[in-house]
């Protein structure tokens, strides 16, 4: 009994997953009750399954992993059902049984596996082709096993639970709750790992600054809800004009930034601003149909730069070059609509 004792403290102690407590606890079950076959279960009531998770079988009778079978059919309902863990005459008890029949079941032990607030994970059973004893210290085993199991199994789920909601709250933690776009903390990160990346595979920086000409005007004339639809919109577009490497982000406000890497140096470099400009502007301009209003927008100051992996910014820097980039466009787009307003004032004037 120490010898089992110690052997169940190394494996308690050790495991850190279901399985790895089950196997040696099947292995210690077989050698305490003698049965032949020892298995884990896990019930899916909802479906009406029983799953064989781990089995450890000795002897002829085997008892499959990734076995599924009716929940209704199977000798552990039934003995949940009568409170009975234990006959070593399943044929009287159970003649009716087809699963017992085929495999040829003398001697049957079940215990149930619950959660701590009482629902039922499943069972830990243990069978044989042949009759033997019913035991005090096989009983005290199967129960502590199955209480064991249970309380990995909840310790298990409830990591689970955690690291799905640490998962969630990262995400939410870096996205922009209105778009869905990575926010500005995703940026800078983004950034960071972009420009530490470009020197070792000599590449580029490539930042686009993006600012929506005229956004106060669709707040001022639809009001604050279509603005908001209207950036949602914007998001959308840009990213549907993104290639797989490309990351687009809301900075914040109307402003928004696309960074991946690309070529640094002469043509290729000025190719690769110049079709992500273009991919840019033609997107975010044209006609909305927004819910409450429609309108046509003339489109954004979109400045594009690429930073060289021999220039090493740091992330503030590099988007001040790409805003400052983008500025002169702006201007450049103001004054190109004062000449041409002024040209038709005049055309309007001498008419």
């Not at 089950?22 to 076959?37: D, N, Q």
């Not at 090493?312 to 190109?336: E, F, G, N, S």
């Amino acid at each position: 009994m120490s010898e089992l004792l110690e052997q169940l403290s190394e494996s308690v102690s050790a495991a850190q997953t279901v399985e790895e407590l089950t196997r040696p606890l099947l292995e210690m079950l077989e050698a305490v009750t003698g049965l032949e076959s020892t298995y884990l279960t896990s019930i899916d009531e909802a479906k009406g399954v029983q799953h064989v998770l781990y089995a450890r079988n000795s002897s002829a009778m085997q008892m499959p992993e990734g076995l599924t079978v009716p929940w209704n059919d199977t000798l552990c309902k039934r003995a949940l059902e009568e409170g009975r863990t234990f006959t070593d005459d399943v044929p009287a008890c159970w003649g009716d049984s087809q699963a017992a029949r085929e495999l040829g079941i003398r001697t049957y032990v079940s215990k149930p596996v619950r959660m701590g607030n009482g629902a039922l994970y499943g069972t830990l059973c243990a069978a044989s082709t042949h009759s033997r004893p019913r035991t005090p210290q096989a009983e005290r085993i199967l129960t502590l096993f199955a209480y064991l199991i249970g309380q990995q199994v909840e310790r298990e789920q409830l990591i689970q639970k955690l690291l799905s909601a640490n998962e969630q709250l990262a995400a939410a933690a870096a996205t922009d709750q209105l778009t869905g776009l990575p926010n500005r903390r995703a940026l800078m990160e983004a950034l960071e790992r972009l420009l530490a990346q470009g020197p070792r595979q000599q590449m580029g920086v490539q930042i686009a600054f993006i600012d929506l000409d005229g956004f106060k005007a669709v707040n001022d004339t639809h009001g604050h809800d279509v603005g908001d639809q209207f950036l949602v919109a914007i998001a959308q577009r840009l990213q549907g004009v993104l290639r797989a490497e490309d990351m687009a982000a809301r900075l914040g406000g109307d402003e928004f930034v696309v960074v991946s890497l690309s070529p640094h140096t002469g043509d290729a470099a000025r190719a690769a601003q110049d079709a992500l400009c273009a991919r840019i502007t033609h997107a975010l301009q044209g006609h909305f149909e927004l819910p409450g209003a429609a309108f046509d927008y003339a489109g954004a100051s979109v400045g594009v730069v690429t930073i060289p992996p021999d220039q090493p910014h740091q992330i503030a820097d590099a988007l001040r070059v790409a805003d400052q980039t983008m500025y002169r466009v702006k201007l450049a787009r103001r004054h190109a609509n004062e000449a041409l307003e002024q040209a038709r004032t005049g055309v309007a004037a001498h008419s």
